[in-house]
């Protein structure tokens, strides 16, 4: 089973409820930290990392002395990445999607392709459980190959938890492709309601398994709850305000650890994850899409 734990807004919890709920788990799991661009479960989990892997990415070289300047790369690519002008050819390697299509195309066999560094895999272990995750090079713009790399890691064997990026864009896509279940995490604030809307359109559409876990969740006035009940959005766990969850969270400890009463409520959650999964009846939900209700909706907004 893959699970994807994501968010629409960064800083709701969801990397706390990642590595709480891989650590529950242990030599069952395998934890594969997606954000690429600011990984941090290794800050709660400290891995012992035994293997780095570069991931590169293959972007056009011209040949001038071959180059006939007919243009068909730049036809072909569309991202812009390879422009003809005069007898020049401009090639923008950050724009570079990496699919070949500009050398293909070239009738003159101008075009070569070398590697571009976009960054590294880490693979590890974390007592029993199985580490990995992506660390974008600095600098470099392009997340999605760097994250499908880490997903290819995942080992069929286990329970793999993704630690998604924040946000609804391409990197998040990428994460969310093809898992088995999507539990979202969010904290009752305008932002934080306004931006789950969006996470939840993103869920929806590509049709799966899902639930909601609240963060500091008795600061809100019931606008979230009512929102979930409208929206048919399960609540699966709620995390209330506590100082000392945000303490232990701020020097690096799991919750599992510092509050033993969490290792039940972790333990609930998976539990509530596979009876989502059962559907109604005992039936399999997997991949069963429903459509939002109003998803734009939120504070301030009509429903």
Known sequence: MIIAVASGKGGTGKTMVATNLAHLLGDKAQ???CDVEEPNAHLFLFPVVDKITPVTLPVP????????FCGMCAEACH??????VGKQVLTFRELCHGCGACSLACPAGAIREHPRLLGVLEEGRSNGLLYAGGRLRVGEAMSAPLIKAARRLARPDKTVILDAPPGTSCPVIATLEGVDFCLLVTEPTPFGIHDLLLALEVVRSLGLPHGLVINRADLGDGELEKICREQGLP??????????????????QL???THPGYRKAFGNLMQAIREVLKGPKGTSSSRRATKPKNPGAGPGRKA
Request: glycine residues 2%.
């Open 61 to 68: 070289e011209v040949d001038l002395s071959k180059c006939t």
């Open 79 to 84: 991202y812009k990445a390879i422009v003809v």
């Open 31 to 33: 934890i594969i930290d």
């Open 255 to 257: 919750i599992t650890v």
């Open 235 to 252: 609540v699966l766990m709620s995390i209330p305000e506590d100082r000392s969850i945000a303490e232990s969270y701020s020097r690096g």
